[in-house]
């Protein structure tokens, strides 16, 4: 028998863990649900309990919502951890992005909670090797480009700077562009509608905040790789290769306006599950043996050493940060055709679209296979026209199709 999902809230107000416990009291024999009113009980149960979920209010006395789950991290590095909390100090939620996975605000209806905690179970069911999840939950920053943290820590300390130039900035690096959309779509900010585009991202967040972001609390990373297969100056061009290509694919077979700019995220972000594969070491070194070694692509060799791949680890990643259903759905099955019932019909556009690019990026040659399986042979000519299109376009800004 699988073992139950464990939930732990942590609210120093007695009258906001009763009105929890009346809304979960359904739930009691599904799910081990427990509540403590201080961060002192929290860590104590952490210790001796198992918890797959824990949610924190912000401020609480001796031990408040930033430092209990940065200790939550240390102790327990697998577990999802939300903010339950009214809207707060906004420094404090800054400070939070670095251990906190999402934000939900005060007041917060059953059904939102509901929701997270159903993410929960289902991102535990698409990771099939179990060790990954430590990492991927522990994950505090990712690797960005260095020549592009620096140019944006640049244009932020410039007296000239601007939210355009910034945005540009961004909008380059996998890193940087998961982290920003990450945060303003959380519920502290409160914006009705998902947010997908980086310039209306980073206004909305607004410029001090963004400087906040990226020179006090520091959520890029700059690690060094000693992965010898791993170089991410060409993982960024091929990423971006990618978000280009799928923007100009969905441009030409779409009417809805925010589409393009839903595929140009979906394709920048659809290998960012690599990034947190860095975290092991040797990882990219073994794959790319055992690939080379046994004639097999990337991503075969990795399930066969693995039993999971980027992919899988990458809409985990998002998926525990919040991000849209259909991004994680892209993400995840970026590489092949999944059956028409586990994703979502209106997003598979897109999902053509980031697997025909990548795969374009990768060979200079479209995947016959995956048009053919799509029933979709009478749009070859239209593939090679649009390809061709973006293939001139971005060599003349010298990318290289390989």
Known sequence: ??????????????????????????????????????????????????????????KMPEIDGVDLLQEVKKLKPGMTRIILSENSDRDMILQASKSAHQFLGKPCNFSLILASIERVIYLKKIIRNRSFINIIAGIEGLPCVPELYFELEREINSPASSIRKVSEIVSKDISMTAKILQIVNSAFFGHPQPISNIMNAINYLGFDTVKSLVLFVKIFSLENTKERAFNINEFWNHSLQVAKLSQEYVQEKSSDPKMPEK????????????????KIPGYFNKISEISKNENLTFTEAEYKFFNTSHAEVGAYLLGLWGFPESIMEVIAYHHYIPKSEIYSQNNELILKAVHLANYFAHTGKLDFEYIEEFKADDKLEEYNAIVEKVKESYEQKNFIFR
């Open 1 to 58: 028998m699988s073992k139950k999902i464990s939930i732990l809230f942590v609210d120093d107000e007695p009258n906001i863990l009763d009105g929890l416990r009346r809304l979960f009291h359904s739930m009691k024999n599904e799910w081990e649900i427990y509540y403590v009113y201080s961060g002192k009980d929290a860590i104590k149960l952490i210790e001796e309990k198992e918890i797959d979920i824990i949610f924190s209010d912000m």
């Open 263 to 278: 595929a140009f995220i979906a394709g920048l972000l659809h290998d960012i599950g690599k990034l947190v594969l860095l």
